[in-house]
């Protein structure tokens, strides 16, 4: 089954239409429509409506210039989840990249001791790239993601440490306000992937033993 979520189908022996909000089984998938009706039907009997323009390219063409930038930006890279258009239960997730780096990026799920890659590409400078979807009401349910991203420029640059993101997301990353994400052209949740490291200062942790 080729299907994903938010892809817009029509189906086959009824004259229904309207996007897919669940993947039930390797077989079966649930379609909302225009009524907001979810109808579990067989992947087999419906069709995918072409025409329709899908969100990676409606993302593309809000995307900013990726000319070289001065200065050079070197902070900016989120996770990001926002609610599909045309269905609030479904949630995609975006990798944002505010820098001035192209990111070579490697996306994983994990559940169950089961791994299923799900997204490799190279993601250009002051852009997005869908890299999944889920059912928000089943954030419990969601595998872990390991997430491995890296900094490239031909520039003159020192390139920065990899981002090794091995976590799941649980339901208090999505209990805050969500955000303006100005790539994006929406509001959602941000997580911050290239958090500046800690900086240790020996002496005043030792001191603070003695206190």
């Known amino acids: 089954m080729n299907y994903k979520l938010g892809d817009f189908v029509r189906f086959v022996d009824e004259n229904l239409e309207g996007y897919i ?3 039930i089984d390797k077989d079966t998938i649930g379609v909302t429509d225009a009524n907001d009706f979810e109808i579990p039907v067989l992947a087999s009997k419906v069709t995918l409506v072409h025409g329709e323009v899908p ?3 409606i993302t593309a ?12 930006v070197t902070e900016g890279v989120y996770l990001a989840i926002v609610s599909d258009q045309h269905s609030n239960s479904v949630g995609h997730f975006h990798l944002v990249n505010e820098t001035s780096f192209q990111l070579p990026v490697s996306f994983s799920t994990e559940q169950g001791g089961n791994f299923k890659g799900e997204f490799v590409n190279v993601i ?7 890299i999944y979807s889920a059912q928000l009401g089943d954030i419990h349910s969601w595998p872990k993601f390991r997430l491995e991203v890296l900094f490239h420029t031909s520039l003159n640059v020192e390139p920065k440490s990899p981002i090794v993101f091995h976590q799941s997301i649980k339901g208090k990353d999505l209990s805050v306000a ?3 994400i100005t790539l994006l052209k929406q509001k959602g949740w941000l997580i911050k ?5 800690a900086i240790i200062d020996a002496e005043k942790l030792k001191a603070s033993f003695f206190k």
């Open 178 to 180: 969500k955000q303006e």
């Open 21 to 23: 909000t669940r993947i």
């Open 193 to 197: 992937l290239d958090q500046p490291e």
């Open 61 to 72: 063409a809000r995307q900013t210039p990726t000319t070289p930038q001065t200065p050079f």
């Open 124 to 130: 250009a400078a002051g852009s997005t790239k869908r």
């Open 55 to 57: 969100e990676d390219e």
